[in-house]
Structure formats: structure tokens, C-alpha cells
């Protein structure tokens, strides 16, 4: 057996992945305890203003991690780039059935970056972070109101008969009524799609650490590690043009 060690995942792509990870369990345990405030008996003022201005806070820092990943994809290094994470191009549907007929016989070919049904995981995996993150900076301004939309809320609410400036969370008489109740309307579908999507994102995580773990076992290559050390170290040549460690 010979084993020859590559380098694949360069330094800033891995700190997005244990950012966003990090960022991703702080924002579920949180939004977890919102979700279920009234069964923990968590009053509005300071309880839930506190969680939600913490979990807004958590949120800029995965939304700009997530931002800074989307800018290195088209200048980081040739697997941190789109043209190596997403599905298409050149020959990739003869890829994927092969990829797909190896897989099935137990031999499918071998891969340094992602692998063509990765490339489609991956995709899917990055839209639903991008919803989320969409949907929590509407709803930072419209529970806490907080950038980038918390102005705009808090001028919303006030109406004619208050001022924006005097607007607090959970303070009904800092508030025109009838405002407030029209941009809670305006909330309502955002934080169906911000509560579901958090659910299906959990979903698609825990099958990329079973599949991620799978894969080590069976294959070896070091998938794991090499999001620490940016190196795999694998026994047939990859099929993706890798760069070679001497």
C-alpha cells in the first residue's frame, strides 16, 4: 500500500467550517431555548430580550463568516472555488454516474475536494444557510430591533405618534398599535420559514457528520482531519487534478 499525502482545503476555508460550526450549535441551542420559553417559564423582559439579543449577536457572526465564504470562492484556492463546489461544468453528469455506479459496487472513484454528489450536498446545504441567514437579519430588526433592519422596524411601529428612538422589545406602549400589528403580520410567514429551514438545516448537518464519518471508515483519505490539518492522504490518485505534497 502506498499512501501519498495532499494538500486540499486551504487556511481560510477551514476557519469558516469551525466558525460556522461553532456559530451554527450556538444559534441552534439558543433559538432551541426561544422556541420553548413559555414551557421554561423565560419572561419577556429582560429573558427573552436577552436570548434574542445574544442569538442576534451570534447571528452576525455566521451571517459574515458565511459572507466572507461566498468571497473566497471566487479567489481562494482551486478547491475552495465555486468551480469546484458546485454541480456542473464540463463532463460533471458523466462524473456523477460514475461516481454514482462506484458507489453502489462499493469502488467509487476517489476524490479531493468534493465528490460530484457532494458538489449537489453542498449546494443544497449552502442555500439553506443562506436562507437563515436571510430570514434571522429580517428578524433582528423586527424582535430586537437591531441592524441592518431595526431602524426601519422601529420607524414602522412608531408610527406618527411615537418616536423611533424611544421603541423598545416587549414594550407595548413604546408602540403605535395598530403599526405593530401590521409588521408582526409582516414577521409571521418570515418566522415560519426561519423555524422550518432552522429544522431542515439541522437535518442536513447531522447527515453530513454521518456520511462525513462513514466515509472515513470505509475510505480512509482522513476526511476529518484534514478540515484541521488541510492535508489528505490517500492510496489511488484522485480524480480531481490535486497538487501534491513532495
Not at 430586537?144 to 422601529?154: H, I, S
Not at 406618527?160 to 422589545?169: F, R, Y
Not at 456520511?211 to 472515513?216: D, I, N, Q, R
Amino acid at each position: 500500500m502506498t499512501l501519498r499525502e495532499y494538500r486540499v482545503w486551504d487556511r481560510s476555508q477551514r476557519i469558516f467550517h469551525w466558525v460556522n460550526a461553532l456559530a451554527v450549535l450556538t444559534l441552534a441551542a439558543i433559538g432551541t431555548v426561544i422556541l420553548n420559553s413559555d414551557a421554561l417559564g423565560i419572561p419577556d423582559d429582560p429573558g427573552m430580550v436577552g436570548l434574542k439579543t445574544v442569538h442576534v449577536y451570534a447571528g452576525y457572526v455566521f451571517v459574515s463568516n458565511l459572507a466572507w465564504r461566498i468571497v473566497w470562492g471566487f479567489i481562494g484556492g482551486p478547491f475552495a472555488r465555486w468551480r469546484a463546489l458546485l454541480p456542473g461544468g464540463a463532463g460533471y453528469g458523466r462524473r456523477l454516474a460514475d461516481f454514482v455506479r462506484g458507489l453502489r459496487k462499493g469502488q467509487a472513484p476517489v476524490y479531493l475536494g468534493h465528490n460530484p454528489l457532494a458538489r449537489i450536498f453542498f449546494s443544497v446545504l449552502m442555500l439553506f444557510l443562506l436562507v437563515q441567514a436571510g430570514t434571522g437579519l429580517i428578524l433582528a430588526g423586527t424582535d430586537v430591533y437591531m441592524p441592518p433592519f431595526g431602524r426601519t422596524m422601529a420607524e414602522w411601529v412608531a408610527a406618527d405618534t411615537h418616536d423611533p428612538a424611544l421603541v423598545k422589545p416587549y414594550s407595548p406602549d413604546t408602540v403605535n398599535a395598530e403599526a405593530y400589528k401590521e409588521m408582526r403580520a409582516f414577521r409571521s410567514p418570515i418566522v415560519l420559514v426561519h423555524e422550518n429551514n432552522f429544522f431542515l438545516l439541522m437535518t442536513l448537518i447531522a447527515i453530513h457528520i454521518i456520511v462525513a464519518l462513514v466515509m472515513e471508515v470505509r475510505e480512509g483519505g482522513a476526511i476529518i482531519s484534514a478540515m484541521v490539518t488541510g492535508k489528505k492522504i490517500l492510496e489511488q490518485p484522485p480524480e480531481d487534478a490535486p497538487e501534491e505534497l513532495g
